[in-house]
């Protein structure tokens, strides 16, 4: 106990009041993780076993949906709620680390729109690991990091 060490404190942030209260948990967080897949159904409201294994084909076949939005990260919707949180999170703790965590973390799309809201990182399935870092790097270099 008595090293000195220390130890990051932080919180997984995947429903919407988490993210419209970012501020206040950010007083007390070194750091957030978004869970993008809770986040996107709670933001949605749709189950993701129930929809990928039902409906949601149709909605993409019939243009209802663009993008399977437990893929790519849906941007108006899940996005706007990231944004605010990560504002609102930096707003008080400037120092705040940001990141995400789920599928999301490997697909290009979602990636660059992390680059873009200045999140820190993206954790993914390991088989998506070199698909997510070179959207990294691309991201980085299209808005010239």
């Known amino acids: 106990m008595g090293s000195g060490a220390s130890i990051p404190i ?3 942030i995947e429903l919407p009041r988490a993210c419209a209260v970012a ?3 950010a007083g007390e967080a070194d750091f957030f993780s978004f ?12 189950s993701r ?5 039902a409906f949601l084909t149709r909605y993409l076949e019939g243009g209802i949906l663009s993008r399977n939005p437990f893929e790519t990260i849906d941007v108006d919707g899940v996005g706007r709620f990231v944004s ?3 504002a609102r999170g930096r707003e008080t703790n400037s120092s705040l680390k940001l990141g995400i965590c789920g599928e999301h973390g490997g697909d ?3 990636i660059e729109f992390f680059h873009e809201m200045g999140l820190d990182y993206v ?18 270099i299209k808005a010239g990091d």
């Open 84 to 86: 605010m949180a990560c």
């Open 10 to 12: 932080g919180t997984m």
């Open 123 to 140: 954790s993914c399935s390991p088989y998506r690991v070199p698909v997510a870092r070179l959207a990294a790097a691309q991201a980085a």
């Open 108 to 110: 290009p799309e979602s």
């Open 35 to 46: 869970g993008t897949n809770d986040l996107t159904q709670t933001v949605c409201g749709l």
């Open 49 to 53: 076993d129930d929809a990928e294994g």
């Open 23 to 25: 501020d206040k948990i």
